[in-house]
């Protein structure tokens, strides 16, 4: 068997074709979804055998390999057959050596997205978002319908991303419900367009338009039924605008946690490029993405097709030493944003010149996002390109920076071919924050260790940001678990508390609108956790609690006092909780000290005893004129010393 049979031999659709797109072989299976004899495929363009509505991005698929040896991905439909549906695949283009006649060839085959349908679903999602409509997915055996997206206008009319039909159908008009039935049932391709009237929670009736589609997602894979929906009811202007908004929230939160638990489970190199080139330019509102992995020193670079590599072909074997901003970016670990090509040129005058350079500026702009920090082997870096004038804010691009550090994670674990518990610790530690520095009046100091028994991953949570207004927000908590689902949470949990408290900076508000998205969300685990709010000039302290340890103040003549503030239970849980808060004032000299319940409570120590003995360590590390920092190392290492088989977290805050 030579290679080009082994190219061909498995149970996916292959073809190898010449660097024009001329069919040369294929499987079988290639020529069932093509819908001919594998005979009368031969010597055929390849792009001509495809339905008029994907020739153009097929043909662009395997120029893309054909011009710059390097990987291409897509997803393209293959057409339904005998009355089967049309079949959504994820399909990589790349050049190969045809051992026959050495001639190089573009082999193109279906990949296996069996572990991550979602992706398959992006150009969908994007799709009837551009077509300011809605989306939904059914699936016939379980009777469930998830809402995948689209605009947000028209998803928020729907307040669970997923619900049963049944649940669905009796918030139709009962004149209407008949028609709904037989639309979800519909095998036309697409069927027509349904009117219903359906009654929403906040609102009252709205005048709604539905179409549906079979669609089997990947080769051999499941077959769901996709509805598009359309908001024919008039509203007000404002109205819109603050349903887009928490649609939008609530969607990129979900397209976050998504992006993160796919890096997770990335197992190889294939799976973790899969997951960057369908999911980073979505996430972020980009045109385009490209990955550019460090092989021997040399830029090794693919693209989603966003970046066409014709444009980019230049930085395609650069070598990590040249004066360009990839591989600078890659060599030091700092994220560049270039905004325009004279920024390019005053900054790398010396650098690689290439086809897409000449589109900065105006309406386009650029990031690069490495893949590891400064100090640490080069492992690669991302490229993501903003057209339409869009520009990433601050806090985007230190969450894409969040992500690009995970990702190289995931490489470095995929290299070393280390155990699916050492990423997920990764993105624990990568979720903790950098406390902030040099304030005025105060000293702000953390520790944290996970479990030494279990996974050693820690669902323990701390962060410490200034806020807009000068005062210092400070929030400790504790994801249920100690697993990656833990880590996982606690990081959604700690990014969603700092982006609602950039809108509405009050700890109860925060910890409310924080527990609706976890109950929105249908999350299956829970989170405690204590906000504080403090004004570094008067030392005023707001704080909140959602089921969490009590908060100890400890003062410079050795005192302390155990003060449990008011709040609710914890997050997650309960829908419809209003959270409440309380007011005191921190005086000179003094220190909080917020910790998680593994610092204070075990096998022999009672969650009293527990208060009790962190709160005379830190009145004693006062007396002795020990700092934030010392304090905090003091009682953590009494935590660990004795029975510690918690996760545990110390934020020690201390007034000067």
């Known amino acids: 068997m030579d290679a080009s ?16 797109g001329v069919i040369c072989s294929l499987n079988a299976a290639m020529a069932t979804v093509l819908g001919r004899p594998a005979e009368q495929c031969l010597e055929d363009d390849f792009g ?3 339905p008029a509505n ?11 390999a054909a011009r710059t040896k390097t990987v291409a991905m897509r997803v393209l439909e293959f057409p339904g057959r005998g009355g089967a549906p049309p079949v959504a695949c994820l399909i990589e283009a790349r050049q190969v050596k045809d051992p026959v006649g050495d001639e190089q060839r573009v082999w193109v085959h279906a990949l296996d997205v069996g572990n991550d349908l979602a992706s398959l679903l992006i150009p969908f999602r994007m799709a009837t978002k551009a077509a300011n409509l809605g989306l939904w997915m059914y699936s016939p055996h379980e009777h469930q319908l998830e809402w995948i997206g689209g605009a947000p206008v028209v998803a928020a009319l729907f307040p669970d991303f997923t619900a049963s039909l049944s649940r669905v159908i009796s918030a139709v008009h009962s004149d209407d419900r008949e028609a709904l039935r037989q639309l979800v049932r519909s095998t036309s391709a697409p069927s027509p367009w349904v009117r219903v009237r359906y009654l929403t929670q906040d609102d009252g009736w709205h005048q709604l338009a539905a179409q549906t589609r079979r669609i089997q997602l990947g080769y051999g894979g499941p077959e769901r039924i996709f509805g598009v929906v359309r908001d024919d009811t008039k509203q007000a202007k404002h109205k819109e605008k603050a349903q887009a908004a928490l649609t939008a929230e609530r969607q990129r939160a979900k397209d976050i946690a998504d992006f993160s638990s796919a ?26 993405a490209l990955l550019a ?11 989603d097709a966003g970046i066409a590599m014709w444009e980019v072909e230049a930085l395609h074997g650069l070598r990590l030493d040249m004066p360009s901003p990839l591989p600078e970016a890659i060599r030091t670990g700092k994220q560049h944003f270039i905004p325009d090509r004279e920024d390019y040129m005053r900054r790398w005058p010396h650098g690689v010149g290439f086809q897409w350079l000449a589109r900065l500026g105006f309406d386009y702009a650029t990031s690069i996002t490495p893949l590891s920090e400064t100090g640490n082997q080069p492992l690669g870096a991302w490229m993501v390109f903003y057209g339409s004038g869009h520009r990433p804010s601050l806090d985007e691009r230190t969450l894409m920076g969040t992500l690009a550090d995970l990702a190289g994670q995931a490489l470095r674990r995929v290299k070393s071919q280390a155990a699916r518990v050492e990423l997920a610790t990764a993105l624990q530690k990568t979720m903790l924050p950098t406390l902030p520095e040099h304030l005025t009046g105060l000293e702000v100091a953390a520790r944290y260790r996970p479990s030494r028994h279990g996974l050693d991953i820690c669902g323990d949570w701390y962060d410490a940001f200034v806020m807009s207004d000068g005062a210092i927000a400070l929030e400790i908590g504790d994801a249920q678990g100690h697993d990656v689902d833990a880590a996982a949470l606690m990081g959604l949990v700690r ?7 950039a809108q509405e900076p009050d700890p109860a508000t925060v910890l409310t609108r924080t527990n609706e998205l976890l109950v929105t969300m249908e999350a299956a685990r829970f989170a405690s956790c204590t906000m504080l709010h403090i004004d570094p000039g008067d030392g005023q302290v707001t704080g ?17 006092r155990i003060r449990e503030l008011r709040g609710g239970p914890v997050l997650g849980v309960v829908p419809g909780t209003e959270y409440r808060e309380e007011t005191f004032t921190l005086d000179e000299d003094s220190a909080l000290v917020m910790v998680t319940d593994g610092v204070v409570e075990g096998p022999g120590l009672t969650l009293e005893a527990g208060l009790e003995r962190a709160g005379t360590l830190a009145g004693a590390a006062l007396h002795d004129g020990l700092n934030a920092e010392e304090t905090a190392d003091r009682i953590l290492d009494a935590a660990v010393a004795v029975d510690h088989l918690d996760d545990v977290a110390v934020l020690v805050i201390r007034r000067i």
Not at 9 to 19: E, F, H, K, Q, V
Not at 54 to 64: E, F, G, K, N, T
Not at 495 to 500: F, K, Q, Y
């Open 293 to 303: 992995l460090v092989d021997e020193d040399r830029l090794r670079v693919s693209t």
């Open 54 to 64: 994907q020739r153009m991005s097929a043909d662009s698929l395997v120029a893309h």
């Open 495 to 501: 990014l969603s508390m700092r982006a609602i408290a």
């Open 544 to 560: 909140a609690s959602a089921g969490h340890v009590p908060v100890l103040c400890a003062r410079d003549d050795g005192g302390h």
């Open 263 to 288: 890096l997770i489970t990335a197992a190889t190199k294939q799976e973790l490029q899969q997951v960057v080139l369908t999911r980073l330019a979505a996430t972020f509102g980009a045109s385009g």
């Open 5 to 20: 049979d082994e190219l061909l031999r498995g149970p996916d659709p292959a073809a190898l074709l010449t660097l024009d």
């Open 48 to 50: 001509d055998l495809w």
